[in-house]
């Protein structure tokens, strides 16, 4: 059975996968971010944000156009390949 840890991790690589990222070094520490502030069912939401946030987060639209233009988004998690 997979930790908490490593469903979080799997579903950002995932998501990585999907918009064409790569995953930054961070990754272990932003996951038990998630974790300890959201709990692995909310793991998209940012835990650089309020959490009641809903503009930001994995696969939004507005950390989507910060990696674009920037290319990295906010807590360094994705980054533009």
Request: charged share 30%.
């Amino acid at each position: 059975m997979e930790t908490e840890l490593e469903i979080v991790v799997a579903n950002i690589i995932e998501c990585a996968k999907e918009n064409n990222y790569e995953v930054g070094e961070n990754v272990m520490r932003i996951a038990r971010a998630k974790i300890k502030f959201f709990g692995v069912d909310n793991w998209k939401k940012c835990p650089c944000y309020p959490p009641n946030d809903t503009e930001h987060g994995c696969g939004t639209k507005a950390c989507a156009e910060q990696i674009e233009n920037d290319g990295v988004c906010h807590c360094s998690l994705y980054r533009r390949k």
